[in-house]
């Protein structure tokens, strides 16, 4: 739990620290953003789910993602516009309300709350849940929302072609087949790469000094993402007959985890609101480390 706390912490202090320097130019955070997205993300994407093996009592797990990102869409566009944000700013709360940090932050610290017997639950979660809306509801709602062509074919060909889509299908595709081990070794590593970088990218993205304009709408993006997902999923798995309780609550904790950061990084690659995505993942993460616990110690 340590290593993995140090890695954030220091990822997102050094890409803070980075862009104080003046030693790095103004668009560092593209470049990174675009190495994400098009390489790290889906070589992670197409090493995990080739090897998922789905246990048919977890589908209900895997259909809490979901079930977050649909209530963070009407959510954030039914209280948005009354408090007078912009749309790409209610764009931006539900792409980094609406997806959960299900594997760099909820791996581990699921694992460090309730033991390794939880993985799999969480791994489920993760992969079959959030990944998937990641590549084909949330890619498609940023296209929409930033799209300059809203013409449905339009965005479709975007979603389509985005490489975590890509990878997606291919993973399901191939996994009849066993691949060689160096496939699989280079696949990790350029998977490896996605948090020190993502998180570098947020840092570098990150001014701390603009918390103060934005307080409504982090409240509101936070409060939904860190208190009212999870409570929300907890109230809803209570009406589902024969769940069992590691299952209810490993997805009610996965519901409440902190911002996806590749959430904040398709925002911004879309151009919707960069700073509050930013600022989403910068503060969300951290605080979750609070909230999460105290959710668990709520649920028993």
Known sequence: MSKFLGLLAVS?????????SGRFPEQTALVLNAF?????????VLRAV??????????VAAATPWLVFGSSWLFFRALGPRLGF????????????????????GLPLIE??????????????????SFMVLGTVATLFAARAAAKDPRTGALLRKVVGFP???????????QPWDWPEWVDVVLGRLGDMLTPMALFSVGFQLRPSGVKGRVRAL???????????PLAIALLLLLVPGMGRLTFEVSVLQAGMAPM????????????????????????????????????WLLR
Do not use: W
């Open 12 to 20: 997102l202090l050094l890409g803070a620290f980075a862009r104080r």
């Open 36 to 44: 994400v997205l098009n390489i790290a993300l889906p070589a992670l």
């Open 50 to 59: 080739h090897s998922l093996t789905l246990a048919p009592a977890l589908l």
């Open 86 to 105: 912009p749309p790409g700013t209610v764009a931006a709360l539900v792409l980094t309300g609406g997806l959960s940090n299900t594997a760099f932050v």
């Open 112 to 129: 460090g709350l309730m033991g390794h017997e939880a993985q799999q639950v969480a791994v489920v979660v993760d992969q079959l849940g």
């Open 164 to 174: 975590p889509f890509l990878a997606l299908v291919a993973a399901f595709l191939l």
């Open 219 to 229: 409240a509101l993006g936070l409060g939904y993402k860190l208190a009212l997902a």
């Open 261 to 296: 950061v590749t959430s904040a990084i398709l925002a911004t690659d879309n151009g919707l609101d960069p700073e509050l995505s930013a600022l989403m993942v910068g503060l969300g993460i951290p605080l979750s480390f609070a909230t999460v616990p105290c959710v668990l």
